[in-house]
Nanobody
């Protein structure tokens, strides 16, 4: 059974930092592209950052220079370090695992991030 379990969300003031973690089980983690998405009520889930099998990272423009995605294959964990947080960063953050070249795609249950002004 595949599980992605996020943690690290919470309430933080603008300008603060949080680090999200996502621990995967039931998959060969090193073979999966990992990503973080964000969703707010009434909106579609949007990509925030991704990291490939080889460690190449990509970010959406509004988080570049503030967020950093990383992975630890030995711990089956992907991280999202979020710095200089803004109220517009508020949302539910979801971990995503995709096996390249296949239809295998998994989601975590989400962790809420709330940034107060």
């Amino acid at each position: 059974q595949v599980q992605l379990v996020e943690s690290g969300g919470g309430l933080v003031q603008a300008g603060g930092s949080l680090r999200l973690s996502c621990v995967a089980s039931g998959i060969t983690f090193s073979m999966y592209r990992m990503a973080w998405y964000r969703q707010n009520p009434g909106n579609e889930r949007e990509l925030v950052a991704l990291i490939t099998l080889g460690g190449v990272t990509n970010y959406v423009d509004f988080v570049k220079g503030r967020f950093a995605i990383s992975r630890d294959n030995a711990k089956n964990t992907v991280y999202l370090q979020m710095n200089s947080l803004k109220p517009e960063d508020t949302g539910a953050y979801y971990c995503n695992a995709r096996l390249p070249g296949s239809s295998a795609l998994y989601w975590g249950q989400g962790t809420q991030v709330t940034v107060s002004s």
